[in-house]
């Protein structure tokens, strides 16, 4: 496997099919695919398109935030993170580059800069919006770097379900949008007020 990304995808992949009892085989069937479509993706082989990474989760009753609810520590090792009660986005509601777009300019960035931050070229971005596609997994990740969020955060929705005051609630959304620079600037700048 070419990333700790994909490793931990793959491992996250099993540990959910593995929680319901069902054979890799089964799964991939059941999607409509060969019958090593599920192994190849645990053994390295394949990823995913961002259409068929949906139907997964809805097979496994999985959001796509619930199966991204994951933690890079030491930047090598995936740690899962308890499921919370926050409300996230599934299948049927959740538009990927209507978001995308939303960070964006929430940011103030153009396509071109989201491309050279996320490490992407910008017709292939430009490409998603005029041809309606969707984007793959790992560009996706690279995106969600490049705003400083998780994919987990990314498919989580804006609703309110939290017991946090408002304005609390205000400052962790502008919060997620600043750059890891900008975040630790923020934190020293609280410390010493």
Known sequence: MDTVFEESFADRLSELRSQYGISAREMSLSLGQSEGYINGIENGKGFPSMTMFFEICNYLHVTPAEFFDIEVKDGERIVYRDRTMARVADRSDFD?????????????????????R????????????????????????????????????????????????????????????????????????????
């Open 96 to 116: 990927v580059l209507k978001k995308i777009d939303d960070e964006r300019v929430a940011r103030g960035w153009s396509e071109y800069m989201l491309a050279k």
């Open 118 to 193: 996320a490490g992407l070229t910008q017709s292939t971005i430009s490409s998603w919006y005029q041809k309606g596609l969707q984007p793959s997994i790992s560009s996706l990740e690279k995106i969600c770097k490049a705003f400083g969020m998780t994919l987990s955060g990314f498919f989580k929705t804006d609703e309110k379900t939290t017991d946090m005051p408002e304005k609390q609630q205000e400052l962790n959304v502008i919060y997620e949008r600043l750059s890891p620079g900008q975040r630790d600037a923020v934190v020293e700048l609280m410390k010493n007020m």
